[in-house]
């Protein structure tokens, strides 16, 4: 089992920024892709970005491309987001989530571990 411990997430101003955490333990070494998805109200769950555990590769959604950035810190098995730029249409849960098979995808259901969730609430 793994278990994944989001931080970080909080009331903000337009155009301001936040960095969320995921920390992981457990039997992290079966990990190979940590990712980041969001739910706001009424809506269904979005991915917005990726990163390869272990070959450090990155991905993320068109809508956040150029303003999120997912990071790791492997000595701390934590995994980061750094949203600069935040928008209203940012409001939303974050989730952490990782993945055990090595390929990286969007889609939530792939994924095997979730954390609790932190909010985010962008006001304009």
């Known amino acids: 089992q793994v278990q994944l411990v989001e931080s970080g997430g909080g009331l903000v101003q337009a155009g301001d920024s936040l960095r969320l955490s995921c920390e992981a333990s457990g039997r992290v070494f079966t990990i190979w892709t940590m990712a980041w998805f969001r739910q706001a109200p009424g809506k269904e769950r979005e991915f917005v970005a990726h990163?390869?555990?272990?070959?450090?590769?990155?991905y993320s959604a068109d809508s956040v491309k150029g303003r999120f950035t997912v990071s790791i810190l492997g000595a701390k098995n934590t995994v980061y987001l750094q949203m600069n730029s935040l928008k209203p249409e940012d409001t939303a849960v974050y989730y952490c989530?990782?993945?055990?098979?090595?390929?990286?995808?969007?889609?939530?259901?792939?994924?095997?571990?979730w954390g609790q969730g932190t909010q985010v609430t962008v006001s304009s």
């Open positions: 990163t390869n555990w272990r070959a450090g590769s990155t």
């Open positions: 989530a990782a993945r055990r098979a090595v390929l990286t995808t969007t889609d939530p259901k792939s994924y095997d571990y």
